[in-house]
Protein backbone atom coordinates (compact mmCIF):
# COMPACT_ATOMS: atom_id res chain seq x y z
CA UNK A 1 0.00 0.00 0.00
CA UNK A 2 1.41 3.12 -0.93
CA UNK A 3 2.48 5.75 2.34
CA UNK A 4 1.32 8.90 2.30
CA UNK A 5 1.03 11.49 5.13
CA UNK A 6 -1.61 13.58 5.65
CA UNK A 7 -1.10 16.43 8.19
CA UNK A 8 -2.43 16.69 11.53
CA UNK A 9 -3.87 20.11 10.64
CA UNK A 10 -5.37 19.23 7.14
CA UNK A 11 -6.98 16.18 8.73
CA UNK A 12 -8.63 18.37 11.58
CA UNK A 13 -9.99 20.39 9.17
CA UNK A 14 -11.47 18.01 7.17
CA UNK A 15 -13.43 17.06 9.92
CA UNK A 16 -16.09 18.99 9.19
CA UNK A 17 -18.11 22.16 11.07
CA UNK A 18 -16.20 23.16 14.02
CA UNK A 19 -18.94 25.13 15.60
CA UNK A 20 -22.17 27.27 15.41
CA UNK A 21 -23.24 30.62 16.80
CA UNK A 22 -26.79 30.57 17.94
CA UNK A 23 -28.95 33.02 19.66
CA UNK A 24 -29.48 32.70 23.19
CA UNK A 25 -32.84 32.54 22.47
CA UNK A 26 -32.61 29.20 20.75
CA UNK A 27 -33.73 26.32 22.87
CA UNK A 28 -31.18 24.30 24.88
CA UNK A 29 -32.75 20.97 24.89
CA UNK A 30 -31.74 19.09 28.29
CA UNK A 31 -31.52 15.36 28.44
CA UNK A 32 -35.14 14.86 29.99
CA UNK A 33 -36.52 17.22 27.51
CA UNK A 34 -34.86 15.33 24.93
CA UNK A 35 -35.76 11.89 26.71
CA UNK A 36 -39.75 12.99 26.59
CA UNK A 37 -39.35 14.11 22.65
CA UNK A 38 -37.98 9.97 21.96
CA UNK A 39 -40.98 8.71 21.90
CA UNK A 40 -41.18 4.47 20.83
CA UNK A 41 -37.69 4.73 19.67
CA UNK A 42 -38.35 7.43 17.77
CA UNK A 43 -37.55 11.48 17.59
CA UNK A 44 -40.87 13.12 17.52
CA UNK A 45 -39.65 16.25 16.35
CA UNK A 46 -36.40 17.67 13.99
CA UNK A 47 -33.70 18.45 16.67
CA UNK A 48 -30.64 19.47 15.85
CA UNK A 49 -27.28 18.52 17.48
CA UNK A 50 -26.82 22.20 18.02
CA UNK A 51 -29.89 22.67 19.99
CA UNK A 52 -28.65 20.21 22.79
CA UNK A 53 -27.94 21.77 26.42
CA UNK A 54 -24.16 21.23 26.86
CA UNK A 55 -22.24 19.47 27.54
CA UNK A 56 -23.50 16.59 25.41
CA UNK A 57 -22.32 13.56 24.35
CA UNK A 58 -22.41 12.69 20.52
CA UNK A 59 -22.20 9.99 18.55
CA UNK A 60 -22.11 10.66 15.03
CA UNK A 61 -23.92 7.81 13.13
CA UNK A 62 -22.41 7.65 9.48
CA UNK A 63 -18.73 7.93 11.14
CA UNK A 64 -19.85 4.92 13.84
CA UNK A 65 -21.32 2.46 10.86
CA UNK A 66 -18.09 3.29 8.91
CA UNK A 67 -15.62 2.34 11.61
CA UNK A 68 -17.88 -1.24 12.21
CA UNK A 69 -17.65 -1.71 8.56
CA UNK A 70 -14.02 -1.06 8.58
CA UNK A 71 -13.30 -3.59 10.87
CA UNK A 72 -15.56 -6.12 9.66
CA UNK A 73 -14.20 -6.03 5.97
CA UNK A 74 -10.68 -6.05 7.73
CA UNK A 75 -11.65 -8.94 9.46
CA UNK A 76 -12.89 -10.97 6.57
CA UNK A 77 -10.13 -9.98 4.42
CA UNK A 78 -7.59 -11.24 7.42
CA UNK A 79 -9.38 -14.43 8.38
CA UNK A 80 -9.91 -14.01 11.89
CA UNK A 81 -13.22 -12.49 13.84
CA UNK A 82 -13.85 -9.32 16.34
CA UNK A 83 -15.05 -9.86 19.40
CA UNK A 84 -15.46 -6.24 20.26
CA UNK A 85 -14.29 -4.70 23.97
CA UNK A 86 -17.89 -3.44 25.62
CA UNK A 87 -15.79 -1.29 28.23
CA UNK A 88 -15.27 1.31 25.33
CA UNK A 89 -18.96 2.52 24.38
CA UNK A 90 -21.30 0.46 27.26
CA UNK A 91 -23.80 0.66 25.54
CA UNK A 92 -26.09 -2.31 24.44
CA UNK A 93 -27.07 -0.98 21.50
CA UNK A 94 -23.52 -0.56 20.50
CA UNK A 95 -22.80 -3.98 21.35
CA UNK A 96 -25.95 -4.93 19.43
CA UNK A 97 -25.03 -2.95 16.10
CA UNK A 98 -21.52 -5.05 16.41
CA UNK A 99 -22.73 -8.32 16.53
CA UNK A 100 -25.71 -7.61 13.53
CA UNK A 101 -22.57 -6.60 11.67
CA UNK A 102 -20.53 -9.94 12.28
CA UNK A 103 -18.81 -9.97 15.59
CA UNK A 104 -18.51 -13.10 17.64
CA UNK A 105 -19.97 -11.58 20.65
CA UNK A 106 -18.43 -8.97 23.12
CA UNK A 107 -15.97 -8.56 25.80
CA UNK A 108 -16.29 -6.55 29.54
CA UNK A 109 -14.07 -5.56 32.18
CA UNK A 110 -16.36 -5.64 35.02
CA UNK A 111 -18.89 -8.71 36.07
CA UNK A 112 -21.16 -4.99 36.74
CA UNK A 113 -20.46 -4.33 32.77
CA UNK A 114 -21.23 -8.36 31.98
CA UNK A 115 -24.88 -8.43 33.83
CA UNK A 116 -25.67 -4.71 32.28
CA UNK A 117 -24.95 -6.16 28.75
CA UNK A 118 -26.82 -9.77 29.51
CA UNK A 119 -29.73 -7.55 31.00
CA UNK A 120 -30.05 -5.55 27.99
CA UNK A 121 -29.96 -8.64 25.40
CA UNK A 122 -26.40 -9.62 25.09
CA UNK A 123 -25.89 -13.15 25.50
CA UNK A 124 -21.98 -13.67 23.92
CA UNK A 125 -19.50 -12.09 26.48
CA UNK A 126 -16.02 -12.79 27.22
CA UNK A 127 -15.47 -11.24 30.80
CA UNK A 128 -11.21 -10.82 30.39
CA UNK A 129 -10.73 -9.86 33.47
CA UNK A 130 -9.85 -12.82 36.50
CA UNK A 131 -12.80 -12.26 39.21
CA UNK A 132 -10.51 -12.84 42.39
CA UNK A 133 -13.42 -12.22 45.31
CA UNK A 134 -16.15 -14.93 46.29
CA UNK A 135 -18.58 -12.06 45.80
CA UNK A 136 -17.42 -11.83 42.48
CA UNK A 137 -16.82 -15.14 41.57
CA UNK A 138 -20.36 -15.89 42.40
CA UNK A 139 -21.99 -13.27 40.28
CA UNK A 140 -19.72 -14.38 37.65
CA UNK A 141 -20.63 -17.96 37.90
CA UNK A 142 -24.27 -17.11 38.64
CA UNK A 143 -24.44 -14.90 35.29
CA UNK A 144 -23.00 -18.26 33.97
CA UNK A 145 -25.84 -19.82 34.81
CA UNK A 146 -28.18 -17.88 32.82
CA UNK A 147 -25.83 -17.11 29.98
CA UNK A 148 -24.85 -19.81 28.53
CA UNK A 149 -22.23 -17.57 26.05
CA UNK A 150 -20.22 -16.71 29.20
CA UNK A 151 -16.80 -16.77 29.32
CA UNK A 152 -14.63 -16.27 32.47
CA UNK A 153 -10.43 -15.29 32.12
CA UNK A 154 -8.77 -16.45 34.75
CA UNK A 155 -4.89 -16.44 35.25
CA UNK A 156 -3.91 -18.64 38.36
CA UNK A 157 -4.15 -22.14 40.04
CA UNK A 158 -5.74 -21.30 43.25
CA UNK A 159 -8.44 -18.35 41.37
CA UNK A 160 -9.27 -21.53 39.06
CA UNK A 161 -9.55 -23.87 42.07
CA UNK A 162 -12.34 -20.82 43.19
CA UNK A 163 -14.29 -20.84 40.34
CA UNK A 164 -14.43 -24.72 39.95
CA UNK A 165 -15.78 -24.86 43.73
CA UNK A 166 -18.40 -21.95 42.58
CA UNK A 167 -19.77 -23.62 39.90
CA UNK A 168 -20.39 -26.56 41.26
CA UNK A 169 -22.01 -25.40 44.11
CA UNK A 170 -24.52 -23.95 41.30
CA UNK A 171 -24.34 -27.31 39.07
CA UNK A 172 -22.89 -25.71 36.54
CA UNK A 173 -20.39 -26.06 33.67
CA UNK A 174 -18.39 -22.62 33.28
CA UNK A 175 -15.97 -22.06 30.54
CA UNK A 176 -12.81 -20.23 31.46
CA UNK A 177 -9.87 -19.07 29.15
CA UNK A 178 -6.48 -19.07 30.60
CA UNK A 179 -4.84 -14.70 30.55
CA UNK A 180 -1.33 -15.20 29.55
CA UNK A 181 0.90 -12.30 30.32
CA UNK A 182 2.16 -10.51 26.86
CA UNK A 183 5.06 -9.33 29.22
CA UNK A 184 3.49 -5.93 31.02
CA UNK A 185 2.89 -7.82 34.08
CA UNK A 186 -0.39 -6.20 34.39
CA UNK A 187 -2.30 -9.83 34.08
CA UNK A 188 -2.39 -12.88 33.27
CA UNK A 189 -0.20 -16.33 33.83
CA UNK A 190 3.65 -16.39 32.14
CA UNK A 191 3.09 -18.42 28.78
CA UNK A 192 5.32 -21.91 28.44
CA UNK A 193 4.87 -24.21 30.88
CA UNK A 194 3.10 -22.13 34.05
CA UNK A 195 0.21 -21.49 31.56
CA UNK A 196 0.02 -25.23 30.08
CA UNK A 197 0.15 -26.28 33.28
CA UNK A 198 -2.91 -24.09 34.27
CA UNK A 199 -5.04 -24.85 31.36
CA UNK A 200 -4.83 -28.55 32.21
CA UNK A 201 -6.06 -27.65 35.65
CA UNK A 202 -9.05 -25.96 34.51
CA UNK A 203 -9.38 -28.82 32.17
CA UNK A 204 -9.25 -31.34 35.06
CA UNK A 205 -11.44 -29.82 37.66
CA UNK A 206 -14.76 -30.48 38.14
CA UNK A 207 -17.53 -27.96 36.76
CA UNK A 208 -14.71 -25.94 34.63
CA UNK A 209 -14.67 -26.34 30.70
CA UNK A 210 -11.35 -24.88 29.22
CA UNK A 211 -12.43 -22.79 26.14
CA UNK A 212 -8.56 -21.80 25.34
CA UNK A 213 -6.45 -18.45 26.01
CA UNK A 214 -6.84 -14.94 25.71
CA UNK A 215 -3.61 -12.48 26.00
CA UNK A 216 -4.25 -8.80 25.75
CA UNK A 217 -0.96 -7.13 24.56
CA UNK A 218 -2.12 -3.64 25.72
CA UNK A 219 1.39 -2.17 25.90
CA UNK A 220 1.53 -2.06 21.80
CA UNK A 221 -1.47 -0.37 21.26
CA UNK A 222 -0.29 2.89 21.15
CA UNK A 223 3.03 2.41 20.06
CA UNK A 224 3.68 5.41 17.89
CA UNK A 225 4.30 4.37 14.02
CA UNK A 226 3.03 0.76 12.08
CA UNK A 227 6.26 -0.81 11.51
CA UNK A 228 7.38 -0.48 15.52
CA UNK A 229 3.84 -1.26 16.55
CA UNK A 230 4.00 -4.38 13.98
CA UNK A 231 7.56 -5.23 15.44
CA UNK A 232 6.86 -5.04 19.05
CA UNK A 233 2.99 -6.76 19.39
CA UNK A 234 4.44 -9.83 17.25
CA UNK A 235 7.41 -10.22 19.02
CA UNK A 236 5.48 -10.19 22.07
CA UNK A 237 2.76 -12.46 21.25
CA UNK A 238 5.64 -15.03 20.11
CA UNK A 239 5.26 -16.83 23.56
CA UNK A 240 1.30 -16.47 23.36
CA UNK A 241 1.68 -18.69 20.30
CA UNK A 242 4.33 -20.67 21.39
CA UNK A 243 1.93 -21.97 24.34
CA UNK A 244 -1.00 -21.94 21.80
CA UNK A 245 0.93 -24.96 20.23
CA UNK A 246 1.49 -26.30 23.42
CA UNK A 247 -2.03 -26.72 24.47
CA UNK A 248 -2.90 -28.17 21.07
CA UNK A 249 -0.36 -30.32 21.32
CA UNK A 250 -1.39 -31.46 25.09
CA UNK A 251 -4.96 -32.06 23.04
CA UNK A 252 -6.42 -28.98 24.95
CA UNK A 253 -9.05 -26.94 23.72
CA UNK A 254 -7.78 -23.70 22.08
CA UNK A 255 -11.31 -22.87 20.05
CA UNK A 256 -11.22 -19.53 21.70
CA UNK A 257 -7.32 -17.24 21.33
CA UNK A 258 -8.83 -13.76 21.90
CA UNK A 259 -6.38 -10.56 21.83
CA UNK A 260 -5.30 -7.52 20.40
CA UNK A 261 -6.74 -4.24 19.99
CA UNK A 262 -7.61 -0.87 17.90
CA UNK A 263 -3.74 -0.42 17.03
CA UNK A 264 -2.83 -3.18 16.48
CA UNK A 265 -6.39 -4.68 14.85
CA UNK A 266 -4.41 -5.43 11.24
CA UNK A 267 -1.49 -7.39 12.63
CA UNK A 268 -2.89 -9.85 14.93
CA UNK A 269 -3.69 -11.89 11.97
CA UNK A 270 -0.12 -12.64 12.09
CA UNK A 271 0.00 -14.09 15.72
CA UNK A 272 -0.15 -17.55 15.13
CA UNK A 273 -3.66 -19.11 16.47
CA UNK A 274 -5.57 -15.91 16.97
CA UNK A 275 -8.97 -16.46 16.39
CA UNK A 276 -10.42 -12.91 17.45
CA UNK A 277 -9.65 -9.40 17.94
CA UNK A 278 -10.98 -7.37 21.76
CA UNK A 279 -10.85 -3.62 19.87
CA UNK A 280 -12.55 -1.27 21.45
CA UNK A 281 -11.86 2.49 20.84
CA UNK A 282 -12.48 1.78 17.21
CA UNK A 283 -15.88 2.93 17.02
CA UNK A 284 -15.28 5.99 18.21
CA UNK A 285 -11.90 6.51 18.33
CA UNK A 286 -10.06 9.53 20.59
CA UNK A 287 -6.71 11.94 20.11
CA UNK A 288 -4.58 9.08 22.26
CA UNK A 289 -5.16 6.86 19.06
CA UNK A 290 -5.07 9.81 16.56
CA UNK A 291 -1.41 10.66 16.69
CA UNK A 292 0.07 7.12 16.39
CA UNK A 293 -0.01 6.90 12.68
CA UNK A 294 -0.98 4.26 10.46
CA UNK A 295 -0.14 1.79 7.79
CA UNK A 296 -1.31 3.88 4.89
CA UNK A 297 -0.85 7.76 6.45
CA UNK A 298 2.08 7.69 9.17
CA UNK A 299 1.01 10.99 10.34
CA UNK A 300 -2.41 10.67 11.74
CA UNK A 301 -4.06 7.12 12.54
CA UNK A 302 -6.66 7.90 10.05
CA UNK A 303 -7.70 4.07 9.31
CA UNK A 304 -11.03 4.72 12.07
CA UNK A 305 -12.86 8.18 11.79
CA UNK A 306 -13.27 10.29 14.80
CA UNK A 307 -17.45 9.76 15.69
CA UNK A 308 -17.60 10.53 19.80
CA UNK A 309 -17.68 14.21 20.33
CA UNK A 310 -18.36 16.53 23.57
CA UNK A 311 -20.77 19.44 22.89
CA UNK A 312 -19.56 21.97 24.69
CA UNK A 313 -20.50 26.06 25.01
CA UNK A 314 -18.39 29.68 25.27
CA UNK A 315 -18.99 30.64 28.14
CA UNK A 316 -16.40 33.75 28.47
CA UNK A 317 -14.50 35.61 25.73
CA UNK A 318 -13.34 38.69 27.70
CA UNK A 319 -10.10 37.61 27.54
CA UNK A 320 -7.21 37.81 25.08
CA UNK A 321 -6.01 34.73 23.69
CA UNK A 322 -8.25 32.54 25.31
CA UNK A 323 -12.24 31.55 25.79
CA UNK A 324 -14.07 29.61 28.60
CA UNK A 325 -15.94 26.56 27.88
CA UNK A 326 -18.78 24.77 30.21
CA UNK A 327 -17.07 21.12 29.84
CA UNK A 328 -14.36 20.78 31.99
CA UNK A 329 -12.55 17.46 33.98
CA UNK A 330 -16.53 16.81 34.77
CA UNK A 331 -17.33 16.14 31.34
CA UNK A 332 -13.74 15.63 29.52
CA UNK A 333 -11.58 13.58 32.25
CA UNK A 334 -7.92 14.96 32.66
CA UNK A 335 -6.63 11.98 30.32
CA UNK A 336 -4.02 13.47 28.19
CA UNK A 337 -3.15 14.44 25.16
CA UNK A 338 -6.37 16.61 25.65
CA UNK A 339 -9.73 16.88 24.01
CA UNK A 340 -9.19 18.36 20.23
CA UNK A 341 -11.20 21.12 19.10
CA UNK A 342 -13.01 19.59 15.50
CA UNK A 343 -12.53 20.76 12.51
CA UNK A 344 -10.10 24.20 13.83
CA UNK A 345 -6.56 24.94 13.84
CA UNK A 346 -4.81 27.11 15.49
CA UNK A 347 -5.75 26.80 18.86
CA UNK A 348 -5.62 24.02 21.76
CA UNK A 349 -8.30 22.77 24.44
CA UNK A 350 -7.40 21.41 28.00
CA UNK A 351 -10.06 20.50 30.50
CA UNK A 352 -8.05 20.93 33.87
CA UNK A 353 -10.71 22.47 35.96
CA UNK A 354 -13.74 20.84 36.89
CA UNK A 355 -16.48 22.48 35.30
CA UNK A 356 -14.74 24.60 32.53
CA UNK A 357 -12.59 24.47 29.33
CA UNK A 358 -9.66 26.31 27.80
CA UNK A 359 -9.45 27.43 25.03
CA UNK A 360 -6.43 28.67 24.07
CA UNK A 361 -5.69 30.71 20.65
CA UNK A 362 -1.62 30.04 19.26
CA UNK A 363 -0.41 31.63 16.57
CA UNK A 364 -3.27 31.98 13.61
CA UNK A 365 -6.05 30.33 15.08
CA UNK A 366 -8.35 29.48 12.13
CA UNK A 367 -11.54 31.19 14.17
CA UNK A 368 -11.84 33.12 17.67
CA UNK A 369 -15.22 31.68 19.66
CA UNK A 370 -17.72 34.42 20.90
CA UNK A 371 -20.35 33.61 23.94
CA UNK A 372 -23.30 31.30 23.35
CA UNK A 373 -21.03 29.77 20.48
CA UNK A 374 -21.18 25.93 20.75
CA UNK A 375 -18.36 23.93 19.45
CA UNK A 376 -17.43 19.68 19.13
CA UNK A 377 -14.67 18.22 20.79
CA UNK A 378 -13.06 15.18 20.06
CA UNK A 379 -12.66 13.42 22.69
CA UNK A 380 -8.86 12.45 24.79
CA UNK A 381 -9.49 8.88 25.53
CA UNK A 382 -13.17 6.91 24.94
CA UNK A 383 -13.68 4.95 27.38
CA UNK A 384 -13.40 7.20 30.44
CA UNK A 385 -14.89 9.84 28.47
CA UNK A 386 -18.69 7.16 27.95
CA UNK A 387 -18.56 6.59 31.94
CA UNK A 388 -19.32 10.31 32.88
CA UNK A 389 -22.53 10.05 30.83
CA UNK A 390 -25.57 8.27 30.94
CA UNK A 391 -26.88 8.58 27.32
CA UNK A 392 -25.26 9.64 24.05
CA UNK A 393 -26.55 11.57 21.64
CA UNK A 394 -27.06 9.44 18.19
CA UNK A 395 -26.57 12.16 15.55
CA UNK A 396 -27.19 11.73 11.50
CA UNK A 397 -26.50 14.69 9.58
CA UNK A 398 -26.61 16.77 12.66
CA UNK A 399 -29.81 16.02 13.37
CA UNK A 400 -31.05 13.80 16.67
CA UNK A 401 -31.70 10.62 15.46
CA UNK A 402 -31.72 8.35 18.41
CA UNK A 403 -30.76 8.28 21.90
CA UNK A 404 -28.92 5.97 23.64
CA UNK A 405 -28.43 4.73 27.24
CA UNK A 406 -25.20 3.81 28.55
CA UNK A 407 -26.36 0.94 30.77
CA UNK A 408 -22.93 -0.34 31.70
CA UNK A 409 -22.13 3.74 32.93
CA UNK A 410 -20.55 3.41 36.55
CA UNK A 411 -20.21 -0.48 35.90
CA UNK A 412 -16.92 -0.20 37.45
CA UNK A 413 -17.11 -3.30 39.98
C1 LIG B 1 -8.30 -6.66 27.91
C2 LIG B 1 -8.55 -5.60 26.86
N1 LIG B 1 -8.90 -5.98 25.62
C3 LIG B 1 -9.16 -5.06 24.66
C4 LIG B 1 -9.05 -3.70 24.91
C5 LIG B 1 -9.42 -2.73 23.79
O1 LIG B 1 -8.40 -1.96 23.42
P1 LIG B 1 -8.53 -0.78 22.33
O2 LIG B 1 -9.46 0.23 22.88
O3 LIG B 1 -7.15 -0.29 22.22
O4 LIG B 1 -9.04 -1.40 21.09
C6 LIG B 1 -8.67 -3.27 26.17
C7 LIG B 1 -8.49 -1.83 26.43
O5 LIG B 1 -7.90 -1.37 27.35
C8 LIG B 1 -8.40 -4.25 27.19
O6 LIG B 1 -8.05 -3.87 28.43
Known sequence: MPKHSMSRRRFLQSTGAAAIWLPSSVKAYTSSEMQALYADGVMQQDVSKWELDTPALCVDLDALEANIATMQTTMSRNGIASRPHAKTHKCPTIARMQIDQGSIGICTAKVSEAEAMFQHGIDQILMTTSNVTSTKIRRAMTLRQVCDGFVQATDSPSNARLLSEAAAALGIDADLVVDLDPGGHRTGITPGQAALALAQLVDQLPALKLKGLLCYDGGSQHVVGFQQRKDQTLGRLIAASDTYDLLQQSGLNT????????????????????????????????????GIGGESNTEVYSDFQTSLTILTTVLNDQYAGRATTDAGAKACTINRPWAIIKGESGMSYSSGSDEFGTIRYDADPSRTYKVGDKLELIVSHCDPVVNLYDQMYAIRHDKVEAIWQIAARGMSA
Request: proline share 0%; charged share 15%.
Open 255 to 290: EIFSGGGTGTYNIDHETRGLTDVQVGSYVFMDAQYL
